[in-house]
């Protein structure tokens, strides 16, 4: 299920009250949404709110809002992701308005997850992209996370951000090229 044709069948049908259109639809988007919640939440200290709190938030919204998509307006992934943009953007209100320090727990079992060196280095690296991705506009943050994580077209970001797809394809570019004269930099530095 990767076209946008399908989407909008499967939201059409959805809207309709199929069940099992409602559950495919769900699983189908699923994905996507999550990794664009993780992209722009990602591991933040001081809240309780994780990327996939907000990924739930996010299909619970889709699905209420299913009622008013109108497929001639636009794709429904572009729906999608209008609708998880504002949430990510409320994510960041609420944590402003509402600084929380997390209070670990005792576990309750032996974890087989990846070993601390492994988690360690992969949240050093997660933090790196992120003061990375701190530099650039919030335009092209946006455009790069929908366009390389979320996999997206330049046709449905530029419904998504409300520009034109020459636009995004522009603002890649220059951002693109901004990390890289970033990472150069920081290569002679050091």
């Known amino acids: 299920m ?7 069948e499967l939201a059409l049908a959805a809207r309709g009250g199929d069940r099992v259109a409602v559950s495919a639809l769900l699983r189908a ?8 919640c993780r992209a722009r939440v990602g591991v933040r200290l001081g809240t309780c709110v994780s990327a996939d709190d907000v990924t739930q938030e996010v299909l619970i919204a889709v699905m209420q809002a299913l009622p008013s998509y109108r497929p001639d ?7 999608v992701f209008g609708i998880a943009s504002h949430k990510v953007a409320d994510f960041y209100r609420k944590r402003q308005r509402e600084p929380v320090t ?6 309750t079992t032996v974890d087989r997850g990846p070993q601390p060196e492994t988690v360690v280095l992969q949240h050093d690296e997660r933090q790196q992209v992120g003061k990375l991705l701190e530099r650039l506009t919030e335009t092209q943050r946006n455009i790069l996370v929908l366009r390389l994580l ?3 077209s330049a046709d449905e970001v530029a419904r998504v951000v409300g520009s034109t797809s020459s636009a995004v394809r522009v603002n890649q570019y220059r951002a ?5 004269r970033i990472l150069s930099e920081q290569r002679c530095a050091a």
């Open 102 to 107: 997390p209070v670990g727990e005792i576990p």
């Open 73 to 79: 307006s636009s794709a429904f992934i572009s729906f």
């Open 29 to 36: 988007i699923q994905p996507r949404v999550a990794r664009y």
């Open 150 to 152: 979320v996999g997206l």
């Open 2 to 8: 990767e076209s946008g044709e399908d989407f909008d």
């Open 176 to 180: 693109l090229d901004k990390l890289r």
